[in-house]
């Protein structure tokens, strides 16, 4: 099959994300990628693990007293919601329902959107409450750089997804893009999986104390 | 680059076939979804509730992110699917480099 050939629901293929040369090398890249993602994430994880609650004196806030439950759970729910709108996305895409899909996708930027929001109001939140800014100790520095990388992807997954809809809005479904939408909504799931591991070991860890 | 052949001789047949199997994958999305949801809710209660003592919540819900990263990956992300080996191939060479910088900054090096 051809990047090019126009294609009906009928010879829609069953993986359009796999079935040019162009697709297969994409997946193949990408994951590659997410691999190496997956060692920069562990590495800003072993960062903040070893420079948790290392402050300079005892008038620095620690990380028991400024996380908070509701804000977290929110911020969970909205980006676990997210991973599943992409994925009913990724489910017309395969059915070749080209205005479906950009519907979902919109719902998953939203969502998305909602989270960053959250993420803005939240730093902002410890800066003028706690005095917890990036340089005020070890644990803010390590704290806001893993947190806000992983916000950083946030905001680049939302461009990328946006320009994606944009630039294919008059375009349809065809097997050049769809290898494009496929791998942009690989890279939301893993933005979802490392915040699961954000909320565990930073927000919920760092309550327990 | 021609591949990927009709694998029935009605194609309409084929499309049948295809739609439902995708609706049953859409099922088993919903399901790992709701599964996912309640173990948030459940990571979340455990300290949220203060009944517990650290060495118990910090292992236990270590697990339930675990698991839930499981269900993203083969479910959300089709790791299941086939086709995906050098995926599964990278990911977890990440995953083991990743594990042993975190183990290296935790005991190896003190502070």
Same mark, same amino acid.
């Given at each position: 099959m051809?990047?090019?050939?126009k294609l009906?629901?009928?010879?829609?293929p069953?993986?359009?994300?796999k079935?040019?040369?162009?697709?297969?090398?994409?997946f193949?890249?990408?994951?590659?990628?997410l691999g190496?993602?997956t060692v920069?994430f562990?590495?800003?994880?072993?960062t903040y693990?070893s420079?948790?609650?290392k402050?300079?004196?005892s008038?620095h806030?620690l990380?028991k007293?400024?996380f908070?439950?509701?804000?977290?759970?929110?911020?969970?729910m909205?980006?676990l919601?997210?991973?599943?709108?992409?994925?009913?996305a990724?489910y017309?895409?395969?059915n070749?329902?080209?205005?479906?899909m950009?519907i979902?996708?919109g719902?998953?930027?939203?969502?998305?959107f909602?989270?960053?929001g959250?993420?803005?109001y939240?730093f902002?939140?410890y800066?003028?409450?706690?005095?917890?800014?990036?340089?005020?100790s070890a644990?803010a520095?390590?704290f806001?750089?893993?947190?806000?990388f992983?916000?950083?992807h946030?905001?680049?997954?939302?461009?990328w997804i946006?320009?994606?809809?944009?630039r294919?809005?008059?375009?349809g479904l065809?097997?050049?893009?769809?290898p494009k939408?496929?791998?942009?909504s690989l890279?939301w799931?893993?933005?979802?999986?490392v915040?699961?591991f954000?909320?565990?070991?930073v927000?919920?860890m760092g309550m327990?104390g | 680059?021609?591949n990927?052949?009709?694998?029935?001789?009605?194609?309409?047949?084929?499309?049948?076939?295809r739609?439902k199997?995708?609706?049953?994958?859409?099922?088993?999305?919903?399901?790992?979804?709701?599964?996912?949801? #309640?173990l948030?809710f459940?990571?979340?209660?455990v300290?949220a &509730?203060?009944?517990? *003592?650290?060495?118990f919540i910090?292992?236990f819900?270590l697990l339930?992110?675990?698991?839930?990263?499981?269900?993203?990956?083969?479910y959300f992300?089709?790791?299941s699917?086939?086709g995906?080996?050098?995926p599964?191939?990278?990911? #977890?060479t990440g995953l083991?480099?990743?594990?042993v910088?975190v &183990?290296a900054?935790? *005991?190896?090096?003190w502070w």
């Amino acid at each position: 099959m051809q990047a090019e050939e126009k294609l009906t629901y009928e010879t829609w293929p069953a993986s359009p994300e796999k079935s040019t040369l162009e697709a297969k090398n994409k997946f193949l890249g990408f994951w590659l990628f997410l691999g190496g993602e997956t060692v920069l994430f562990a590495s800003l994880f072993a960062t903040y693990l070893s420079l948790k609650d290392k402050v300079p004196d005892s008038t620095h806030h620690l990380a028991k007293d400024i996380f908070s439950v509701p804000l977290t759970l929110v911020a969970t729910m909205l980006l676990l919601t997210s991973s599943l709108t992409s994925v009913y996305a990724m489910y017309h895409m395969k059915n070749f329902a080209f205005k479906k899909m950009m519907i979902w996708l919109g719902i998953t930027v939203l969502l998305g959107f909602g989270f960053l929001g959250l993420e803005i109001y939240e730093f902002n939140h410890y800066v003028h409450e706690y005095g917890h800014t990036f340089t005020s100790s070890a644990f803010a520095s390590a704290f806001y750089t893993l947190v806000g990388f992983h916000g950083a992807h946030v905001c680049f997954g939302l461009g990328w997804i946006l320009a994606l809809m944009i630039r294919n809005y008059k375009r349809g479904l065809n097997l050049y893009n769809a290898p494009k939408f496929y791998v942009a909504s690989l890279y939301w799931h893993f933005i979802d999986v490392v915040w699961v591991f954000i909320f565990t070991v930073v927000y919920l860890m760092g309550m327990v104390g | 680059m021609t591949n990927q052949p009709l694998s029935s001789s009605n194609p309409r047949v084929d499309l049948e076939y295809r739609r439902k199997k995708n609706v049953e994958e859409m099922r088993h999305q919903v399901i790992s979804f709701t599964l996912m949801i #309640f173990l948030t809710f459940i990571a979340f209660a455990v300290v949220a &509730l203060k009944g517990f *003592t650290a060495s118990f919540i910090v292992p236990f819900i270590l697990l339930l992110a675990a698991v839930q990263v499981v269900f993203q990956l083969f479910y959300f992300m089709h790791m299941s699917h086939k086709g995906h080996e050098a995926p599964s191939m990278f990911l #977890f060479t990440g995953l083991f480099l990743g594990l042993v910088i975190v &183990l290296a900054f935790m *005991t190896i090096i003190w502070w």
